[in-house]
């Protein structure tokens, strides 16, 4: 039986949300944007994990950073430690700093990165293992500075599909229990050599199909057991079902334009 487990989540309003730049596939400034819809769809997903029992942090929406929304991207947190962010885009930059500046005003230990990463846009805890995506975004260097600002292992994998340009967009922790561990993944969006070690590493694992992965349905969020998955990816969900998930569809298609869903929009907080 699948087991849920109480969660803290970082989340940022989407006051500012709109494509004013274009650094990923899906952004297309001429696309109008619906700012009211984007804030209700990110209301649903907040509403959806407060009804699980989930603590929702909130951090305050800049003004000119449209895409601080992705709070995923603003840092990694484990044992209670912070990894700052550090955006590979100047649009962006002033990000990094702000996420760094909440987790210290709410007691944190931060640790300001050397190297380039976007947070948990690449960088996925598994069990006791972090995944690390490279290749459009994050530096690998950010993986061997993560490993030993942490002592986990980190293993990096490499992407290759710029429409699935972060790891959360290619690759979902359905079960980070170590005893345990489950992933989902759409295996064209890495280089062979990282199909092979995640064949290797995870045999069991869920592999998601085209349509699911262009949903961006694997910017999915589990607990355990619930999982919060873009309703338009339906092979995912229902083989999430058949080994004993609960897919939970909530809409955020109006945040796919900025190229994130769910989990995009959803930092863990790991005390
Ligand atoms: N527009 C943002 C960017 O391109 C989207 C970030 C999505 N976040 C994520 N965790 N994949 O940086």
């Known amino acids: ?29 001429t696309r109008e944007t619906d700012n009211a819809r984007a804030v209700r769809q990110w209301e649903t997903l907040r509403d959806t ?5 989930h603590t929702v942090e909130l951090i305050d929406p800049l003004p000119g950073l449209p895409d ?12 209670g430690l912070v990894y700052s962010a550090r ?18 005003d709410a007691g944190f230990v931060t640790h300001t990165a050397a190297e380039v990463n976007e947070g948990e846009g690449d960088i996925l805890l598994v069990g006791d293992t ?9 530096d690998r260097e950010a993986h061997a500075e993560l490993a030993r600002l942490t002592g986990r292992e980190v293993i990096t994998l490499e992407l290759v599909d710029p429409r699935f340009y972060h790891l959360d967009t290619a690759l979902a922790v359905i079960d980070s229990d170590p005893a345990h561990p489950l992933v989902a ?35 999915a969020v589990s607990d355990g057991r ?46």
């Not at 972090?130 to 994050?138: A, E, N």
């Not at 694992?205 to 085209?210: F, G, K």
């Not at 809409?251 to 907080?269: F, P, V």
């Open 1 to 29: 039986m699948r087991v849920s487990t109480p969660r803290r989540y970082l989340m940022c309003r989407p006051t500012h949300f709109e494509v004013s730049y274009e650094i990923n596939p899906w952004m297309d400034v």
């Open 49 to 53: 994990y407060l009804a699980w029992g």
């Open 68 to 79: 601080m929304v992705y709070a995923a991207n603003g840092a990694t947190v484990v044992d």
């Open 87 to 104: 955006f590979r885009y100047p649009e962006r930059g002033a990000e990094g700093p702000a996420y760094q500046k909440w987790f210290a």
């Open 130 to 138: 972090f995944l690390g995506g490279t290749g459009f975004r994050t």
């Open 185 to 219: 993944y759409f295996p064209p969006a890495f280089s062979p050599a990282s199909q092979r070690v995640l064949a290797e590493r995870y045999p069991d694992a869920i592999l998601a199909t085209e349509a699911d992965a262009v949903a961006l349905g694997l910017n």
């Open 226 to 271: 619930r999982v919060v998955v873009a309703p338009a990816a339906v092979d995912l969900a229902r083989e999430l079902a058949e080994r004993g998930f609960e897919p939970h569809p909530v809409d955020t298609t109006e945040l796919l334009k900025g190229g994130g869903g769910a989990k995009c929009c959803t930092l863990e907080i790991r005390a």
